[in-house]
């Protein structure tokens, strides 16, 4: 037996001797109390260990049976406990010489009534106290296991949504990343052999993002630089590119392709669609404990709220979603004269937590 069981036979037998004492004075007078209580201690100190050690074993069998069969069980098991736990309680006390030899069957005759109520008393009492503790250990187990369960069941459902708008989003790139270096095969196949070198590191790029929700910002910053390669080698001085990353954001967490989705919709939309190009600025800041990658262009800037489903910025705003909840957010406004997006993100730790 534990010390946490030792400690409960200990409590419930100091209260089974007070109340046997209380008892007892009350029928046959206070003055032998202090003797009475030495026996009812020694009495209910065996009843209560015999109890601790057969009743656990037993309930448990019983367990299964109807609570009528059950219960019953348990009484005759303590009935059957009483009686000889009652004669070694007198045979010890008897040692002790707390009893005299020839008043021993006195003793067991005036007392086990008292016990016997005392010990089904108390003993049920336990029962129906362990019995209710062990369901409701029960039920709090089959609610934990439940809340785990839909956790999971929330985390892939999360997962699966996340991968299928990954998916969504590696395909897009590379079809515009081929449409860049098909345009140039027939007119400069050097250019396009130095760009099918920049297409193969973008490709590996994507390759190696699958399955991984952050990637360090010097490897997103890699994706941008070949990506801005390839559409320079197409679009000429029309495409006008600064960046500005400062080295120490190098090993940030960021989602793979997301700043490169910012970068894409300035070519596309802005760059690609105007004889005179464009004017793209990416830069990266800290805010706070949080990061701000931002590219501003000098378009006419875009509506977030008014972006089509499937849209390459509406896409990135719900993998931010997946990933981070509220702690990421994407807007736009309208900055020195043309359009600015700016995507931030948590702090560093929650950022490698949260995916």
Not at 37 to 48: D, E, M, Q
Request: with cysteine; glycine share 10%.
């Amino acid at each position: 037996m534990g010390a946490g069981s030792l400690l409960k036979i200990l409590t419930v037998t100091t209260v089974g001797t007070a109340l046997y004492a209380i008892v007892t004075g009350l029928l046959v007078g206070w003055s032998a109390v202090p003797l009475r209580f030495a026996i009812a201690l020694i009495c209910s100190t065996v009843i209560g260990a015999a109890a601790a050690l057969i009743l656990p074993p037993l309930a448990h069998r019983l367990s299964a049976r109807s609570p009528t069969v059950a219960w019953l069980g348990i009484a005759g098991a303590l009935v059957a406990i009483a009686v000889p736990g009652s004669l070694v309680a007198g045979a010890v006390a008897q040692a002790l010489g707390l009893v005299e030899p020839g008043s021993f069957w006195a003793v067991q005759r005036e007392g086990f009534g008292i016990t016997l109520v005392m010990t089904l008393t108390i003993g049920m009492a336990i029962s129906i106290h362990e019995r209710t503790r062990a369901r409701l250990d029960e039920a709090r187990e089959r609610l934990r296991a439940r809340e785990l369960e839909a956790e999971r069941a929330q985390r892939l459902a999360a997962d699966a949504r996340l991968a299928s708008l990954e998916s969504r989003l590696h395909p897009h790139f590379l079809f515009n990343a081929i449409a860049a270096i098909s345009g140039e095969i027939r007119e400069a196949p050097e250019r396009a052999e130095r760009l099918l070198g920049e297409f193969a590191d973008l490709l590996r790029a994507s390759l190696d993002s699958t399955g991984r929700h952050t990637v360090p910002l010097r490897d997103e910053i890699a994706v941008v630089q070949a990506y801005l390669e390839i559409e320079k080698a197409r679009l000429g001085e029309r495409l006008r590119v600064k960046l500005d990353v400062p080295d120490e954001l190098d090993a940030w967490p960021v989602p793979p392709f997301a700043l490169h989705t910012l970068v894409q919709n300035s070519v596309k939309h802005v760059a690609a669609a105007r004889p005179g190009g464009a004017e793209i600025r990416v830069w990266a800041r800290q805010r706070g404990e949080g990061l701000e990658l931002s590219v501003w262009d000098d378009g006419p800037g875009i509506d977030l709220a008014a972006a089509p489903p499937g849209h390459g910025l509406d896409t990135l705003r719900a993998r931010l979603a997946v990933l981070f909840g509220p702690q990421a957010t994407l807007a736009g406004r309208h900055q020195d004269g043309g359009g600015q997006v700016t995507m931030a993100l948590p702090p560093r730790d929650r950022v490698s937590s949260s995916a």
